[in-house]
């Protein structure tokens, strides 16, 4: 495991949001805002992806199955 593994898995789900969130927060004042709009074409399929996925059931397991598997309780973010 490097050394960047084992930091990052010695940090908790809040701590993690929380270094995501500034990350962002940074980008957002350090990248100009852009005034293209998407593609035609690319709009057309996000569209599409949106459509589909109202209906589609979830991959990620709920906080429940995800306890019975490991076999201890999981923490929420």
């Known amino acids: 495991m490097s050394d960047v593994d084992a930091a ?3 940090l908790d789900s809040e701590h993690c949001r929380a270094i995501c969130e500034e990350i ?5 004042h350090a990248l100009p805002p852009t005034t293209s709009d998407l593609p035609a ?8 992806l949106v459509e589909l ?9 709920s906080l429940e199955e995800m306890e019975i598997e490991s076999g201890r ?5």
Do not use: N
Request: hydrophobic share 45%.
């Open 73 to 77: 309780p999981v923490e929420a973010a």
């Open 41 to 48: 074409r690319i709009a057309e399929l996000l569209a599409r």
């Open 24 to 28: 962002g927060a940074r980008l957002c």
């Open 53 to 61: 996925d109202h209906g589609a059931p979830s991959i990620v397991p």
């Open 8 to 10: 990052v898995s010695r």
